[in-house]
């Protein structure tokens, strides 16, 4: 009997998890304003737990035990588990109006 794959069996869990990755970022995200928010940065890593559950996670950088230095991990597992689902990220060039910081502005759809 094969092995049912992850995608497979755990459907509405990890559209719920998704859910709650794009409730903490949002549809639109600004790069430097998630660098300078810690509060989302640890809601998205203590959803680490229940997304090993749920996902296939040895492509995403942010889970491999071999790699202690993620820059970002908090995007790394947004991108990756976002991507696994099916949605699309855009990635433009954008200019914070407050400092005149060169920064990346996301937009996050599903396909």
């Not at 069996?9 to 990890?14: A, D, V």
């Not at 794009?22 to 928010?37: A, K, P, Q, R, S």
């Not at 991990?73 to 949605?87: D, K, T």
């Amino acid at each position: 009997m094969p092995r049912v794959k992850l995608s497979e069996q755990y459907l509405t869990e990890r559209e719920e998890i998704c859910n709650k990755l794009i409730e903490i970022v949002g549809t639109e995200f600004v790069l430097c304003e998630l660098d300078n928010n810690l509060e989302k940065q640890t809601a998205i890593i203590a959803l680490k737990n229940d997304i090993q559950k749920y996902f296939a996670v040895s492509s995403i950088t942010a889970f491999k035990p071999s790699v202690n230095d993620v820059k970002r991990e908090y995007l790394n597992i947004v991108r990756g588990i976002l991507r696994q689902q099916g949605y699309t990220f855009l990635g433009t060039n954008f200019v914070s109006k407050e400092n005149d910081q060169k920064t990346i502005k996301y937009h996050i759809f599903k396909k």
